[in-house]
């Protein structure tokens, strides 16, 4: 098989500086029995520790990644750990809770698709024992659910497409990334902390406000990206990677792939929304409520 390789020298750099979007969500029920059912003002969603796979495709069947060799990065049913804020959320004043309560948790599943790329410190375009693995992801998806923990029961909440990423290969971690856009998002359950358009939730924002942009923004860190992928002959590509394969005229079952298992202590997963307007009175709103505190001090 022969595959023309066009993104044989991968530039992997951090990207997307944005700010997240301060965010609620309302569970719809008072599950904590504190009064409401909505939780505090938060930057990011935070989730544990998990164990990705990545599956690499080996196009000339040698056991070794090149640049530009096409990966698959996938993990499923990752529990958030927590809702977190920053110091830029104080002015809210607001006790975000730890998340993950007794009775229903907020779990993910993705796969992102890209190419290989890695910080070639051997200039022989094979990575080496040692050489960081990142990727530039151009395609995949990002999938939330409401999981009730004792019917087992998931309802989903959010689903991302992934539009494009960057990666800092500079050491023996990567940091990722990793930019979407809203396919689908759960009506009267995630809020934004200052109004677009006249709307709060981030439904009608979508709906109604035509010049406003809602994406979402994915960052983590591996560790251990200098280990090498082996091959893997029981490696069954997903639903998802079958049909990718299939718009370049691969057969997934017909190729090898060099899989490796990696732990990420955490990923967060953020919320933007862009629309000049709003966010410039927004930003004046701080301004006022720093100036007032500082009157008062």
């Known amino acids: 098989m022969n595959i023309k390789k066009s993104l044989l020298a991968l530039t992997l750099v951090s990207a ?6 301060p965010i609620s969500i309302d569970v719809g029920t008072d599950y904590d029995m504190d009064g409401n059912s909505v939780s505090g003002v ?12 990545s599956a690499y495709l080996d196009v000339d069947q040698n056991g070794k990644i090149e640049q530009g060799n096409m990966v698959f990065d996938a993990a499923f049913g990752i529990e958030v750990a927590s809702l977190n804020y920053t110091t830029d959320n104080e002015a809210y004043n607001t006790n975000v809770p730890a998340f993950g309560l007794a009775t229903y948790t907020l779990v993910a599943d993705y796969e992102f698709f890209g190419f290989a790329g890695f910080n070639d410190l051997n200039s022989n375009n094979v990575q080496d024992t040692g050489e960081a693995i990142g990727a530039q992801f ?3 998806y990002v999938n939330l659910f409401m999981k009730d923990i004792a019917s087992g029961v998931s309802t989903q909440v959010l689903a991302l497409d992934v539009t494009g990423s960057g990666a800092d290969l500079g050491g023996t971690g990567v940091n990722f990334n990793i930019k979407s856009d809203i396919a689908s998002i ?3 359950f995630f809020y934004s902390a200052y109004s677009v358009g006249g709307y709060t939730d981030f439904h009608d924002i979508i709906a109604n406000v035509t010049d406003a942009h809602v994406g979402g923004r994915i960052t ?9 992928p082996l091959y893997n002959d029981s490696y069954v590509a997903t639903a998802y990677q079958t049909a990718v394969l299939s718009t370049f005229g691969i057969n997934a079952t017909e190729v090898d792939f060099l ?4 732990t990420l202590d955490s990923a967060n997963l953020s919320l933007f929304v862009s629309e000049p307007a709003s966010l410039a009175i927004f930003g004046l709103g701080l301004l006022g409520l720093a100036g007032a505190a500082r009157r008062k001090a």
């Open 16 to 21: 997307f500086g944005a700010n997240a979007s």
């Open 42 to 53: 938060f930057d990011k969603f935070t989730f544990g520790t998990f164990d990705p796979t």
């Open 138 to 140: 151009v395609g995949g």
């Open 186 to 188: 759960a009506d009267d």
């Open 220 to 228: 983590t860190e591996i560790t251990n990206a200098g280990t090498t």
């Open 259 to 262: 899989t490796r298992e990696t």
